[in-house]
């Protein structure tokens, strides 16, 4: 097939969405596809791989980005237009951001209580907000395309909010490499990394790996840190990802914990840091389904994250790990964590995770990705016969 992907920035470093379309894009061509990716911008990856860019630009809107990508994808001659969630021109269109009013309705949240009527207030007057709501309507648009949903809150949200009925919506989970994010690796890297980090063997190290800091939780993470550090418990928080963070250090040093955390920044490889963990901590506000807890799971780490975080659907409660109903409520996290200063109670879950994570693997993504676009050809075939 002649496959067209969309994406603002091809790019894996950009975040999850960009990682898993780089990774999509990757498989389709291995399996023989001819992969046309139509991006505002590239990273260096695209050199290295077999597809075809095609690079618009639209100026900085994401309404421009939109009608940009659309003149260019006519121009091809496509079987099939797949969007990651940044254009409208598409038969499938798979928003890896998930609901963008769910997501605004969730960044209130991290708001003093007293501010959100006014925010959300605020909100609805900026040109921003009525580009948004002119990008969903095209977006959601009932014209017979397919919305691949990643997780189930996804799909509730698309059709409460942006009113895309049940029968347009299939629900595809992210897919893991489980051959790069395993547990074999940490004979490789974990003791080099903890004695970077200044931590022994018996010191419990929890992970997190963002660049949104303030919707995946950090703040919360920091607070539980605070009070861990308060009772001298050992324990050591890694935070990997994100900019300008200074000021996070300095929000560390008023909550007693400078000490027990470390923040890396931007890395090039995070598997050596999923071998130094014990655990991986996401108390997300908001998260579709993060790609990072399924590299948590197959790395062989439990996890606790949040009932807003679409990856927490595939976990069982005390089996691969935990999920916190507040992403704001320390308390409750620290709750979540009391079990897992059990060594054997972590490689217990561990081995439970990495078992998870064999059933939800990028290759098979690809498979149940390709039946959609089948079922798209299908249709297309039919409607014109009975043309």
């Known amino acids: 097939m002649r496959v067209g992907l969309v994406i603002e920035r091809f790019d894996p470093r950009r975040g999850g969405a960009e990682l898993s379309t780089v990774q999509f894009a990757t498989q389709l061509a291995e399996r023989g596809h001819q992969i046309h990716v139509?991006?505002?911008?590239?990273?260096?990856?695209?050199?290295?791989?077999?597809?075809?860019?095609?690079?618009?630009?639209?100026?900085?809107?994401?309404?421009?980005?939109?009608?940009?990508?659309?003149?260019?994808?006519?121009?091809?001659?496509?079987?099939?237009?797949?969007?990651?969630?940044?254009?409208?021109?598409?038969?499938?269109?798979?928003?890896?951001?998930?609901?963008?009013?769910?997501?605004?309705?969730?960044?209130?949240?991290?708001?003093?209580?007293?501010?959100?009527?006014?925010k959300r207030a605020f909100n609805r007057l900026t040109p921003r907000y009525r580009e948004f709501q002119t990008l969903l309507n095209r977006q959601c648009a009932d014209d017979g395309r397919i919305l691949v949903a990643l997780s189930q809150m996804t799909a509730e949200h698309f059709q409460q909010f942006h009113g895309v009925k049940p029968?347009?919506?299939?629900?595809?989970y992210n897919g893991?490499?489980?051959?790069?994010?395993?547990?074999?690796?940490?004979?490789?890297?974990?003791?080099?990394?903890?004695?970077?980090l200044g931590v022994g063997e018996r010191t419990v190290v929890l992970l997190i790996v963002a660049h949104n800091f303030a919707l995946k939780g950090v703040p919360t993470l920091l607070r539980a840190m605070g009070r861990l550090t308060a009772r001298r418990a050992p324990v050591h928080l890694v935070v990997v990802g994100g900019k300008r963070t200074r000021r996070w250090t300095r929000r560390a040093e008023r909550l007693g914990a400078a000490g027990a955390v470390t923040f890396t920044g931007p890395v090039e490889d995070t598997v050596p840091w999923y071998a130094a963990a014990d655990v991986y901590v996401h108390?997300?506000?908001?998260?579709?389904?993060?790609?990072?807890?399924?590299?948590?799971?197959?790395?062989?780490?439990?996890?606790?994250?949040?009932?807003?975080?679409?990856?927490?659907?595939?976990?069982?409660?005390?089996?691969?790990?935990?999920?916190?109903?507040?992403?704001?409520?320390?308390?409750?996290?620290l709750d979540r964590l009391e079990p897992l200063w059990d060594p054997d109670?972590?490689?217990?879950?561990?081995?439970?995770?990495?078992?998870?994570?064999?059933?939800?693997?990028?290759?098979?993504?690809?498979?149940?990705?390709?039946?959609?676009?089948?079922?798209?050809?299908?249709?297309?075939?039919?409607?014109?016969?009975?043309?």
């Open 38 to 118: 139509v991006a505002r911008r590239f990273g260096e990856v695209v050199h290295r791989l077999p597809i075809i860019a095609h690079l618009v630009s639209g100026g900085r809107t994401r309404v421009g980005f939109a009608e940009a990508a659309e003149a260019e994808l006519r121009s091809l001659s496509l079987d099939l237009v797949h969007d990651m969630g940044s254009g409208w021109y598409c038969d499938v269109f798979q928003p890896h951001g998930g609901s963008p009013v769910a997501v605004s309705r969730q960044k209130l949240l991290l708001l003093p209580r007293w501010m959100r009527p006014i």
């Open 167 to 172: 029968e347009r919506i299939r629900l595809i």
């Open 176 to 196: 893991v490499d489980t051959r790069r994010f395993s547990p074999a690796h940490r004979a490789d890297h974990r003791r080099a990394v903890r004695r970077q």
């Open 283 to 333: 108390p997300a506000f908001y998260d579709n389904c993060s790609l990072v807890v399924l590299e948590a799971l197959a790395s062989g780490l439990p996890v606790v994250t949040s009932r807003l975080n679409g990856a927490g659907e595939l976990l069982t409660e005390g089996v691969e790990g935990y999920i916190v109903s507040d992403p704001a409520d320390a308390d409750e996290l």
């Open 345 to 387: 109670v972590r490689q217990r879950m561990g081995q439970s995770a990495r078992q998870l994570a064999l059933n939800h693997t990028s290759a098979q993504k690809v498979d149940q990705i390709l039946a959609v676009y089948q079922e798209v050809s299908r249709a297309r075939r039919q409607k014109t016969h009975a043309a």
